[in-house]
């Protein structure tokens, strides 16, 4: 067999063996909110409907939610529907608004001087600030 046959199939198997690489997931506010950094468990309350202070702009379902809604708020995505379902029903909250994409989230986020939300880090721009990185 070639030698740069050989060399392709070896880096391919230990690509194919290495796990795919999750995102970086920043959480963000627009630029004219005072807020410069945060916690995890400040994060949460908002995320959550345990605070309004700041006013959460969601994803719709995909893998950013899962994992942000994992590392952050220690829930699965069902979990915190559930939670948000009975904050509604209750009168006790509004629902996020949800986006398909991180530049819906970061455009909602940087008309709204009270929005928060989450991206990824490489989505950012000046358009937003970012307050917190999720370990």
């Not at 290495?18 to 995320?47: D, G, H, W, Y």
């Not at 989450?118 to 358009?127: G, L, P, W």
Request: with cysteine; hydrophobic share 45%; aromatic share 6%.
């Amino acid at each position: 067999m070639d030698k740069r046959i050989k060399l392709l199939l070896a880096a391919a198997m230990c690509s194919a063996a290495l796990p795919a690489l999750a995102a970086e997931i920043v959480v963000i506010v627009n630029p004219k909110n005072p807020a410069t950094r945060m916690f995890s468990e400040q994060a949460a309350q908002f995320f959550l409907g345990k605070s309004t202070l700041f006013t959460p702009v969601e994803h719709t379902e995909g893998a950013l939610r899962n994992e942000f809604s994992q590392k952050v708020l220690g829930k699965d995505t069902a979990q915190v529907k559930s939670q948000w379902s009975k904050l509604v029903f209750t009168g006790k909250g509004t629902a996020p608004k949800e986006y398909g994409s991180s530049a819906e989230v970061k455009k909602a986020v940087a008309a709204d001087v009270q929005a928060i939300g989450y991206i990824e880090k490489s989505a950012v721009d000046d358009s937003v600030k970012v307050i917190l990185t999720v370990p």
